[in-house]
């Protein structure tokens, strides 16, 4: 199988652009349960220019009509192609879309011989009773026989040798359930998502969940005096210790039920915006599998028991003799427990704004960071080869219009880049070096921005530069060159003198890829032909006023020169963002969990807080009338929770210094941890705590001392 990308599909002088096709064999519904509507699941895909459309596209196409046997004309193709089937809709969670599948058949590389392309994706599927690690085993039996040649008349040497000069080449088997969560593997039709972030983020809502759990516990704890004479009167009554048990966690596991049902309220009304906030596409479904409600229950249950457990083992420990001479509420003041758990709460919040303030950081660097060229005002053209013949002729129409700069063709364009080639340097046959090769015109290297530090750019002047080259300063690192006028590069395999490429410039390193990678060599050939064979893009850079009438006179221009196709293009700066969305959704899921933790923290502090003044307004009262001012008495009752936080401090940096720096490996290009995150966050933790007890101590505090003294 083998995604297309965008593709022009027309039906009746009507065009539209689909995202989603891909190329299959006949055997694709053998592999895969995707339930055919119309046609015969049998003959599916089983000659040339056969398609079978998503039950959506096909609606979309042709409405309530029949579309077995309908025409269309896909891409460039002048023979047209017949509908054979409707098959449903593929599910979002597939690792693949498609809303259109051809026959595999039709593409002229389907008899291709070759084994060393590695263009499509091939499934296997194994024999009942069988492993796959048995089939995996037999694979590199497969690559010396079928690929060993091919890499001796390809690169010049021999497989082992290859290997041996660290180019990897190989296949093995991957499991179809696998293929999401694996990140390590490229892949065609969707970025995989990365397991280690299911596994951050869970942690974390199972932290934001004791945190909760902890504000149950410590509340429940701090008031327990108000129960006292109920668990005294009880036990007098003849009700044993296992009874009060039962019933404190019995109201426990209550509390934790009515919530689930409010959360699960709120989950269904706020899931559309939070879909919205994150770009993703997820649903409640409850009833979508049996297992689903009883483990919510089950959940509700366990974090029931976690947070009512302490509190009825502490509550129905309370003799009535105790109760009855008042030395329970005394014992209330000793409250380690409860700052040891406010330190955990503060320690979990602190660990989440700092960081938060890591990614936002990380992120603002990679969209700011110098990339080598010039990213802004340029819209990259697709499908440029549908100019044919036009080419030459479109180009000079587009520098007619007054807001473009210029213009550039090409067969790569920064993260876009897919053509990998090996290379000899002359005089160093037995060696071969893999480079990013880039077929462009004389004006890409201007269009873009990027800059020579040695030498010359391809110019008209120079006949013989059909057969020079540029390459980048990674690549003159790695292979080691001293002097320009002695390098010369050369394919493996091929012969004779026209075939060497000279190297008659150095071009400053740009960042061609995410910046999760290391710079790797670049090399540029320069391709001046009218058609644009294989130069499938076109460059505009264009002048930032009136964006929208300079791309629509564009766009005007490309119809006029392609019978009316529909223009695709993109912006080159959002295509370098788009590179780093996962971590823009994962900074934004990290501000939501932090609010939730601060918030829910905060809300425990208050209620510690509120009891606190409460146990001391007699206190107050005694302060305030030896004249103590409001000042005074803020700073003996916040100077506690503020020494709380500073520890939490303590103990969240150094954690988060280790995880942080875990997750910055992910890139090669990265923020140094400096002192500032870990500031910033103790910082906010302060503010927030600060403020959370200001009301309720401050209040306390402008209370006239006769009151005060008057209370109890």
Same mark, same amino acid.
């Given at each position: 199988?083998?995604?297309?990308?965008?593709?022009?599909?027309?039906?009746?002088?009507?065009?539209?652009?689909?995202?989603?096709?891909?190329?299959?064999?006949? #055997?694709?519904?053998?592999?895969?349960?995707?339930?055919?509507?119309?046609?015969?699941?049998?003959?599916?895909?089983?000659?040339?220019?056969?398609?079978?459309?998503?039950?959506?596209?096909?609606?979309?196409?042709?409405?309530?009509?029949?579309?077995?046997?309908?025409?269309?004309?896909?891409?460039?193709?002048?023979?047209?192609?017949?509908?054979?089937?409707?098959?449903?809709?593929?599910?979002?969670?597939?690792?693949?879309?498609?809303?259109?599948? #051809?026959?595999?058949?039709?593409?002229?590389?389907?008899?291709?011989?070759?084994?060393?392309?590695?263009?499509?994706?091939?499934?296997?599927?194994?024999?009942?009773?069988?492993?796959?690690?048995?089939?995996?085993?037999?694979?590199?039996?497969?690559?010396?026989?079928?690929?060993?040649?091919?890499?001796?008349?390809?690169?010049?040497?021999?497989?082992?040798?290859?290997?041996?000069?660290?180019?990897?080449?190989?296949?093995?088997?991957?499991?179809?359930?696998?293929?999401?969560?694996?990140? #390590?593997?490229?892949?065609?039709?969707?970025?995989?998502?990365?397991?280690?972030?299911?596994?951050?983020?869970?942690?974390?809502?199972?932290?934001?969940?004791?945190?909760?759990?902890?504000?149950?516990?410590?509340?429940?704890?701090?008031?327990?005096?108000?129960?006292?004479?109920?668990? +005294?009167?009880?036990?007098?009554?003849?009700?044993?210790?296992?009874?009060?048990?039962?019933?404190?966690?019995?109201?426990?596991?209550?509390?934790?039920?009515?919530?689930?049902?409010?959360?699960?309220?709120?989950?269904?009304?706020?899931?559309?915006?939070?879909?919205?906030?994150?770009?993703?596409?997820?649903?409640?479904?409850?009833?979508?599998?049996?297992?689903?409600?009883?483990?919510?229950?089950?959940?509700?249950?366990?974090?029931?028991?976690?947070?009512?457990?302490?509190?009825?083992?502490?509550?129905?420990?309370?003799?009535?003799?105790?109760?009855?001479?008042?030395?329970?509420?005394?014992?209330?003041?000793?409250?380690?427990?409860?700052?040891?758990?406010?330190?955990?709460?503060?320690?979990?919040?602190?660990?989440?704004?700092?960081?938060?303030?890591?990614?936002?950081?990380?992120?603002?660097?990679?969209?700011?960071?110098?990339?080598?060229?010039?990213?802004?005002?340029?819209?990259?053209?697709?499908?440029?080869?549908?100019?044919?013949?036009?080419?030459?002729?479109?180009?000079?129409?587009?520098?007619?219009?007054?807001?473009?700069?210029?213009?550039?063709?090409?067969?790569?364009?920064?993260?876009?880049?897919?053509?990998?080639?090996?290379?000899?340097?002359?005089?160093?046959?037995?060696?071969?070096?893999?480079?990013?090769?880039?077929?462009?015109?004389?004006? &890409?290297?201007?269009?873009? +921005?990027?800059?020579?530090?040695? +030498?010359?750019?391809?110019?008209?002047?120079?006949?013989?530069?059909?057969?020079?080259?540029?390459?980048?300063?990674?690549?003159?690192?790695?292979?080691?060159?001293?002097?320009?006028?002695?390098?010369?590069?050369?394919?493996?395999?091929?012969?004779?003198?026209?075939?060497?490429?000279?190297?008659?410039?150095?071009?400053?390193?740009?960042?061609?890829?995410?910046?999760?990678?290391?710079?790797?060599?670049?090399?540029?050939?320069?391709?001046?032909?009218?058609?644009?064979?294989?130069?499938? &893009?076109?460059?505009?850079?264009?002048?930032?006023?009136?964006?929208?009438?300079?791309?629509?006179?564009?766009?005007?221009?490309?119809?006029?020169?392609?019978?009316?196709?529909?223009?695709?293009? &993109?912006?080159?700066?959002?295509?370098?963002?788009?590179?780093?969305?996962?971590?823009?959704?994962?900074?934004?899921?990290?501000?939501?969990?932090?609010?939730?933790?601060?918030?829910?923290? #905060?809300?425990?502090?208050?209620?510690?807080?509120?009891?606190?003044?409460?146990?001391?307004?007699?206190?107050?009262?005694?302060?305030?009338?030896?004249?103590?001012?409001?000042?005074?008495? &803020?700073?003996?009752?916040?100077?506690?929770?503020?020494?709380?936080?500073?520890?939490?401090?303590?103990?969240?940096?150094?954690?988060?210094?280790?995880?942080?720096?875990?997750?910055?490996?992910?890139?090669?290009?990265?923020?140094?941890?400096?002192?500032?995150?870990?500031?910033?966050?103790?910082?906010?933790?302060?503010?927030?705590?600060?403020?959370?007890?200001?009301?309720?101590?401050?209040?306390?505090?402008?209370?006239?001392?006769?009151?005060?003294?008057?209370?109890?």
């Amino acid at each position: 199988m083998k995604g297309r990308g965008p593709t022009i599909v027309e039906y009746n002088n009507q065009t539209f652009t689909e995202e989603h096709l891909v190329e299959a064999d006949s #055997s694709f519904f053998n592999f895969f349960s995707i339930p055919i509507l119309k046609g015969d699941p049998k003959n599916l895909l089983n000659s040339p220019r056969k398609l079978v459309l998503a039950e959506s596209t096909a609606k979309r196409l042709f409405g309530d009509e029949n579309p077995i046997d309908k025409i269309l004309k896909i891409g460039e193709d002048t023979v047209r192609y017949t509908v054979g089937g409707v098959m449903a809709d593929i599910p979002g969670n597939s690792h693949f879309e498609a809303n259109i599948i #051809s026959s595999f058949m039709t593409n002229p590389k389907s008899n291709d011989p070759t084994w060393i392309r590695n263009s499509f994706s091939t499934y296997l599927l194994i024999k009942l009773n069988s492993s796959y690690e048995t089939v995996d085993e037999k694979i590199p039996e497969l690559l010396i026989k079928y690929v060993g040649p091919e890499d001796q008349q390809f690169l010049g040497i021999s497989i082992n040798d290859s290997v041996a000069q660290g180019n990897k080449y190989g296949y093995y088997l991957q499991n179809l359930t696998d293929i999401h969560l694996d990140p #390590s593997i490229q892949q065609e039709f969707k970025e995989a998502g990365n397991p280690k972030y299911l596994k951050i983020f869970g942690s974390i809502a199972i932290l934001i969940v004791l945190i909760a759990a902890i504000n149950f516990m410590n509340l429940s704890t701090a008031q327990s005096s108000r129960r006292a004479k109920e668990v +005294g009167i009880k036990k007098i009554g003849g009700s044993s210790r296992g009874m009060l048990i039962t019933q404190f966690l019995s109201e426990s596991f209550i509390l934790s039920f009515i919530s689930l049902i409010f959360a699960l309220i709120f989950i269904k009304i706020t899931l559309p915006y939070f879909n919205n906030l994150l770009g993703a596409n997820l649903t409640l479904n409850l009833f979508t599998n049996w297992y689903t409600i009883p483990v919510l229950i089950l959940f509700s249950m366990v974090v029931g028991f976690l947070a009512g457990s302490y509190p009825a083992l502490f509550l129905s420990s309370f003799s009535p003799y105790e109760v009855l001479k008042g030395s329970v509420k005394n014992s209330l003041q000793n409250g380690r427990l409860r700052r040891a758990l406010v330190v955990f709460q503060f320690t979990v919040s602190i660990l989440l704004i700092v960081g938060t303030i890591v990614m936002y950081r990380q992120i603002r660097y990679m969209l700011n960071k110098d990339l080598g060229f010039n990213k802004e005002q340029l819209i990259v053209i697709n499908k440029a080869e549908a100019l044919g013949t036009k080419a030459k002729s479109f180009k000079e129409s587009l520098r007619g219009i007054p807001g473009v700069i210029n213009i550039a063709s090409s067969t790569d364009v920064p993260g876009r880049n897919n053509y990998n080639d090996a290379y000899n340097l002359e005089g160093r046959k037995d060696e071969t070096f893999l480079m990013e090769t880039n077929w462009i015109d004389y004006d &890409y290297l201007e269009t873009y +921005g990027m800059t020579l530090v040695s +030498g010359r750019s391809f110019n008209e002047s120079f006949t013989t530069d059909q057969q020079a080259c540029l390459i980048n300063e990674t690549a003159v690192k790695n292979f080691g060159i001293t002097d320009l006028e002695k390098a010369r590069f050369m394919r493996p395999g091929d012969s004779g003198r026209e075939n060497y490429l000279q190297v008659i410039g150095v071009v400053k390193n740009f960042n061609f890829e995410s910046l999760r990678n290391q710079i790797g060599s670049y090399l540029f050939c320069l391709n001046t032909d009218n058609v644009l064979c294989g130069m499938r &893009y076109l460059t505009v850079k264009i002048s930032a006023n009136n964006y929208s009438k300079t791309i629509s006179e564009i766009e005007n221009k490309w119809k006029e020169f392609t019978a009316n196709k529909p223009l695709e293009y &993109y912006f080159v700066d959002e295509d370098f963002e788009q590179m780093y969305i996962q971590e823009k959704q994962n900074a934004r899921m990290a501000v939501i969990f932090s609010i939730l933790a601060i918030f829910i923290a #905060s809300l425990g502090l208050f209620g510690l807080t509120s009891f606190m003044v409460e146990q001391r307004t007699r206190e107050i009262g005694i302060r305030k009338a030896m004249g103590s001012s409001i000042t005074g008495i &803020y700073i003996i009752m916040s100077k506690e929770v503020i020494i709380l936080v500073s520890i939490s401090a303590l103990i969240a940096c150094p954690v988060i210094y280790y995880i942080a720096g875990k997750w910055l490996e992910n890139f090669y290009y990265k923020i140094n941890l400096g002192a500032f995150n870990f500031i910033a966050g103790l910082a906010i933790a302060l503010g927030i705590a600060t403020l959370t007890i200001s009301y309720r101590i401050l209040r306390a505090a402008r209370v006239n001392p006769a009151q005060s003294l008057k209370y109890e």
